[in-house]
Every structure is written in structure tokens, then in C-alpha cells.
């Protein structure tokens, strides 16, 4: 089993950085591949970012590219996402999850997620 806990969202201007945490338990962490996804008011859930076990993949939505980056620290058991200029299109509750299997960027194939954290974007 894996718990997973997000953490580093705020308030923040555009143009401004934050970086998440992703925080987990488990022994089988370092065996899985973990996702960032975010969900704003009214829409869908979305993937932003996927980096796989080792050696590592990263994958991104095309929307973050060059503005995002993921990376993971097995000896702490933490996967981060940085995220610089950002944009108020990018609001929403921000989600880690633990992929089970399937295709990196669809919601079902994870099968452990966080909390979420809060992303806010002002213009």
C-alpha cells in the first residue's frame, strides 16, 4: 500500500514559482511510477506530469512544457513538481498519484492518490 501527500501549493502571482511535494509511504515507492494531476473548478481532471521509475521517463502535458518540471528523490520517498511562469490558467487543486499500470496520462491507471493541493494563480 501507498499514502501519498501533497504539499507547497499557495497563493501566488503570475510569473511566480512553486514547487510541490509529493511525499510517500511504502516500500514499493521507488518501483512506481508517480503522476501530477490537477483539477480546476467545474472541469475534469487532468494530467500534467508523469516521471516513471528508474531509469527515470518524464512526460508532460503540452501546456507545461518548459514551464514545469518533475523530478523524484527515492532515499526520501518524494516526487516534486516545479512549476515556474506561472499563469492563472494554471489554478487548480494539484493531485500526486501512484500508477498501478495503463497509459501514464489517463486517471484510471493509478490506483493511490493525495489529498491535493491548492494552486492559485492571480493575475
Known amino acids: 500500500q501507498v499514502q501519498l501527500v501533497e504539499s507547497g501549493g499557495g497563493l501566488v502571482q503570475a510569473g511566480g514559482s512553486l514547487r510541490l511535494s509529493c511525499a510517500a509511504s511504502?516500500?514499493?515507492?521507488?518501483?512506481?511510477?508517480i503522476g501530477w494531476f490537477r483539477q480546476a473548478p467545474g472541469k475534469e481532471r487532468e494530467f500534467v506530469a508523469y516521471?516513471?521509475?528508474?531509469?527515470?521517463?518524464?512526460y508532460y502535458t503540452d501546456s507545461v512544457k518548459g514551464r514545469f518540471t518533475i523530478s523524484r528523490d527515492n532515499a526520501k520517498n518524494t516526487v516534486y513538481l516545479q512549476m515556474n511562469s506561472l499563469k492563472p490558467e494554471d489554478t487548480a487543486v494539484y493531485y500526486c498519484?501512484?500508477?498501478?499500470?495503463?497509459?501514464?496520462?489517463?486517471?484510471?491507471?493509478?490506483?493511490?492518490w493525495g489529498q491535493g493541493t491548492q494552486v492559485t494563480v492571480s493575475s
Open positions: 498519484a501512484a500508477k498501478a499500470g495503463g497509459l501514464y496520462y489517463y486517471t484510471g491507471g493509478y490506483d493511490y
Open positions: 511504502g516500500r514499493t515507492f521507488s518501483g512506481r511510477g
Open positions: 516521471i516513471s521509475a528508474s531509469p527515470t521517463s518524464t
